[in-house]
């Protein structure tokens, strides 16, 4: 697979993840228009649960998904495209569990704090030519590392 072919490939993925927040976005605002629309409690147990849930996912997920091209080290494009479709997926996808949830809990802040988050980790899975060349390029053992 050509370089050029894997970027334009690996951007479906990335634009999927905010075409998919905007559907999210679109459809939870058109539900809580609604008057027999009732957002959950945030002191429930419900409420309690999806707070623990976001505030989970977020802080394993963004940490991890940012990691995993250095944790795999790959060596071929075909191993690129699989751990970086994986990083834009992990990362790109609490952006729109934290929109839903803001949405149910009523417009509960800290969870759109949680989104802005993701949205910043998801910025940088974008991938491009730059990134791909510098996360195939082997490491030389002999460079300091600061």
């Known amino acids: 697979m050509e370089e050029n072919q894997l970027i334009r490939t690996l951007n479906w993925y990335y634009y999927g993840v905010m075409v998919l927040t905007l559907l999210i976005l679109g459809v939870m605002y058109y539900m809580t228009t609604k008057p027999d629309f009732e957002p959950v409690n945030t002191m429930d147990s419900l409420g309690m649960t999806l707070q623990y849930v976001a505030i989970g996912a977020t802080l394993v997920a963004l940490p991890f998904g940012l990691y995993i091209v250095k944790m795999f080290k790959p060596d071929t494009l075909e191993k690129y495209k699989d751990v970086a479709t994986a990083r834009i997926l992990i990362v790109g996808l609490t952006m729109p569990m934290n929109i839903?949830?803001?949405?149910?809990?009523?417009?509960?802040?800290?969870?759109?704090?949680?989104?802005?988050?993701?949205?910043?980790?998801?910025?940088?899975?974008?991938?491009?030519?730059?990134k791909l060349e510098q996360e195939m390029t082997p490491e030389d053992p002999n460079e300091e590392k600061y």
């Open 100 to 130: 839903a949830f803001f949405y149910l809990l009523g417009g509960y802040r800290p969870l759109m704090w949680l989104a802005a988050m993701s949205a910043i980790a998801w910025y940088f899975t974008k991938p491009t030519l730059g």
